[in-house]
C-alpha cells in the first residue's frame, strides 16, 4: 500500500515561532496538496504542487520529487494558525482515482 | 459562491435505516469523490466518479452505494446504516488532469 507519512503528529508551539511540518511518500506522483482543517470544519486546500516552491502570505510549500519530501512552513504562526494540515498526494498514472492523505498534523499555536 | 455544496451537516440514524448523502458542484468538474474521515486515520476514499456515467469502488465501497446524476451530482447511499459507518464524510470535486481540489464542508453521521 502507498503511504503517505507526516511528522510530526501533534506540534505545540508559541505565538511568532517559524513551524515545519514534513511529508513524505513512496513512489512517483503527479502531485501533493497541502490541506487545512480547522476543528469541526471542512478541508481546504491550500498549496497544489508538482514541483519546486509555492508562498502564499505567510505559507510556504515546498517538494523534492527525487527525495519524495515536501515541507509546509508557517512564519510568524499566529493562534488563527491551529488547525490540522494534511499532506495529500495523486499518485502518478492515478489522476482520477483520488488522492491518499497521510494522517495530518494538528498544530496549536499558543499566544 | 462556486465550490461543492453536501447535504446534511449531520444525521443521527438508526442502525439498519437508509439515507443518502447529497453533493453538487458547479465548478464544471469532470471528478467527484467520497472520503470518510475517522479519528487517528487519514481521509479514506468509499467511491468516485472521474466522469458523468462511470463510478468506481475506492479504498472502502462496503456498505456504500452511489449515483453520478450529471455532471454537477454524485450521491452517496447507505442502504442499511451500521455503527461502523458513524465518521465524518466528505465529498470533493476536481478537474481534468492534474486540477485542484475542492471539498465539502461535510456530513458528520452518527449510527446508533
Known amino acids: 500500500k502507498n503511504e503517505v507519512e507526516q511528522s510530526p503528529q501533534n506540534l505545540t508551539a508559541q505565538e511568532g515561532e517559524f513551524i515545519t511540518i514534513n511529508c513524505s511518500y513512496s513512489v512517483g506522483i503527479s502531485a501533493l496538496h497541502w490541506l487545512q482543517q480547522h476543528p469541526g470544519g471542512g478541508i481546504v486546500s491550500l498549496f497544489m504542487l508538482s514541483s519546486g516552491k509555492k508562498k502564499h502570505g505567510r505559507l510556504i510549500a515546498t517538494i523534492n520529487i527525487q527525495e519524495k519530501h515536501s515541507s509546509l512552513h508557517i512564519t510568524a504562526s499566529h493562534p488563527r494558525d491551529s488547525a490540522v494540515y494534511i499532506c495529500?498526494?495523486?499518485?502518478?498514472?492515478?489522476?482520477?482515482?483520488?488522492?491518499?492523505f497521510g494522517k495530518g498534523t494538528h498544530l496549536i499555536i499558543q499566544p | 459562491n462556486a465550490g461543492v455544496t453536501q447535504t446534511p451537516k449531520f444525521q443521527v440514524l438508526k442502525t439498519g435505516q437508509s439515507m443518502t448523502l447529497q453533493c453538487a458542484q458547479d465548478?464544471?468538474?469532470?471528478?467527484m469523490y467520497w472520503y470518510r474521515q475517522d479519528p487517528g486515520m487519514g481521509l479514506r476514499l468509499i467511491y468516485y466518479?472521474?466522469?458523468?456515467?462511470?463510478?468506481d469502488k475506492g479504498e472502502v465501497p462496503n456498505g456504500y452505494n452511489v449515483s453520478r446524476l450529471n455532471k454537477r451530482e454524485f450521491s452517496l447511499r447507505l442502504e442499511s446504516a451500521a455503527p461502523s459507518q458513524t465518521s465524518v464524510y466528505f465529498c470533493?470535486?476536481?478537474?481534468?488532469?492534474?486540477?485542484?481540489?475542492?471539498f465539502g464542508s461535510g456530513t458528520r453521521l452518527t449510527v446508533v
Open positions: 466518479s472521474a466522469s458523468e456515467g462511470t463510478t
Open positions: 470533493a470535486s476536481s478537474g481534468t488532469g492534474v486540477g485542484g481540489y475542492t
Open positions: 495529500a498526494v495523486m499518485y502518478s498514472g492515478g489522476g482520477a482515482d483520488g488522492l491518499t
Open positions: 465548478m464544471n468538474h469532470n471528478s
